[in-house]
């Protein structure tokens, strides 16, 4: 039941109504069962999967909760841990490594048999694993409480608009919203109808139409001259940031309406100034997941300069292979992780770079924002590419003579960016991503009217998955 179809808009309005309609405890039964019909609309297997991981990380939490003995709660963790890494390695990651120790054996001329698994990858069992996760460390190291309502907690983990692509929301945020009574009001019905609004425009006007242009490019059998893949590698980026971004603020509001306050994903990053305010601003709740439970426990930037490149440079390898068992997101964490430390070892010199003159504050800034979008565009090559093989002709067809090809006939698609950039510009200048709220009706009437507009004329015909759904 993808969020771009009808078929959600109808599951929507058939559950809004009667959730308006029940008491506090009602409405939490009735949404983890709307949760549990929305994730078994994909293949009902799957919840026997979330149900398995719920009840193991309920069991522990209260387990952790009742026991002072220090290595009894670490047995209580390693179970919690071990169970999501196993459920998410068995079904995402198992044919990958086993792949990669043959090809290993190989080279020694030992011959291995690759593992093949016959499996479906279940949706959103890399949001939901670190969610649970997240919950038993923080009752481990004495950062929240354990909750001993069932349903509750199934819920933190169900919750329909965030479950299959998150955002990964953390206990100490999402629970107490479920404990305690929600109150929707007017006001946070229409702004999570523009979040509904504004997410779509991004993904079924921006996103989808730049998926053919893209594809034709990155996809197989194609052989694109050097200016096709710079185009195509920009349109690249839209395209993902348009998609993902999109969904969680279809997530965000959907959410909303029901009272509840989901963390924000993204806060513009085309206008980052650096790869580190980059993922400051880029799926904030991976970043912050990886620093807190990864790159803080290994010692974070306590421990001087080196280890904390190390740190770094861990960190991001594990956000790669978080995002596929493949080699090209092994090679992008990769690229993260040394383009994290060479920032960290340029900091200091670049600190040192202080514009006397406003104009030259200003350049400056534009001069950081430059370099970081364009860094964050050609990082997604590595990104988009299905194979080592893509990776190294593209990279090569860069250098070789300019050839303009069909690029002219993609002019109107990249137009479509244009919105986008419109309104991130006016949200970066007031530093308020929902400063159009703050307008009067007659402002946000007619925009509202033309980006509905652009969906239905616009927007691609049939249903097209959500990239992030792959992960």
């Not at 996809?219 to 690249?236: K, L």
């Not at 509001?253 to 580190?276: W, Y």
């Amino acid at each position: 039941m993808l969020f771009n179809t009808l078929e959600y808009g109808a599951f929507l309005l058939l559950v809004l109504p009667v959730y308006y309609l029940l008491p506090h405890r009602g409405q939490n039964v009735f949404l983890l069962l709307a949760s549990y019909l929305f994730y078994g609309s994909w293949d009902p297997r799957f919840l026997l999967l979330i149900l398995f991981s719920t009840a193991v990380d309920y069991w522990v939490g209260l387990s952790l909760a009742a026991s002072s003995d220090q290595r009894r709660r670490r047995l209580l963790l390693l179970i919690s841990v071990l169970t999501n890494l196993g459920l998410l390695g068995l079904f995402k990651y198992a044919g990958f490594f086993s792949e990669g120790f043959a090809d290993l054996m190989a080279l020694f001329g030992i011959e291995v048999s690759r593992l093949v698994l016959d499996i479906v990858l279940p949706v959103g069992i890399s949001f939901y694993t670190f969610q649970t996760m997240s919950y038993t460390i923080d009752i481990y190291r004495g950062h929240g409480k354990p909750t001993r309502n069932f349903a509750d907690f199934a819920l933190f983990v169900a919750f329909f608009p965030q479950l299959v692509a998150g955002p990964i929301e953390r206990a100490v945020n999402l629970l107490p919203q479920i404990l305690s009574p929600r109150e929707p009001s007017w006001e946070k019905i229409g702004s999570g109808c523009w979040l509904i609004l504004w997410g779509l425009f991004k993904k079924v006007v921006i996103a989808d139409n730049l998926a053919f242009l893209v594809d034709s490019v990155y996809g197989p059998g194609s052989s694109p001259t050097n200016i096709e893949v710079v185009v195509a590698t920009y349109a690249f980026f839209f395209q993902l940031y348009c998609d993902f971004s999109g969904y969680t603020n279809i997530a965000r509001g959907t959410a909303r309406l029901m009272g509840f306050e989901l963390m924000v994903n993204f806060n513009l990053p085309i206008f980052s100034t650096s790869p580190a305010d980059f993922w400051n601003r880029w799926h904030i709740s991976l970043g912050s997941w990886i620093r807190d439970y990864v790159h803080i426990p290994l010692g974070g930037s306590r421990l001087g300069l080196w280890r904390t490149c190390r740190n770094l440079f861990v960190m991001f390898v594990l956000v790669g292979l978080w995002h596929g068992a493949a080699w090209n997101f092994v090679i992008w964490g990769v690229w993260q992780g040394i383009s994290m430390v060479l920032h960290r070892l340029a900091r200091h010199p670049l600190s040192l770079v202080q514009p006397e003159t406003r104009s030259g504050v200003l350049s400056w800034l534009w001069i950081r924002r430059i370099c970081t979008f364009h860094w964050a565009c050609f990082s997604l090559l590595l990104f988009r590419a299905t194979s080592v093989d893509q990776i190294g002709s593209l990279i090569l067809s860069l250098f070789t003579t300019p050839q303009w090809g069909q690029v002219v006939s993609w002019l109107p698609g990249m137009g479509l960016i244009l919105p986008l950039l419109l309104m991130e510009m006016w949200q970066a200048y007031r530093n308020d991503q929902e400063i159009l709220l703050r307008q009067s009706r007659w402002v946000r009437l007619p925009v509202y009217t033309l980006i509905l507009l652009a969906i239905l004329l616009l927007g691609e015909e049939g249903e097209v998955p959500f990239v992030y759904f792959q992960f």
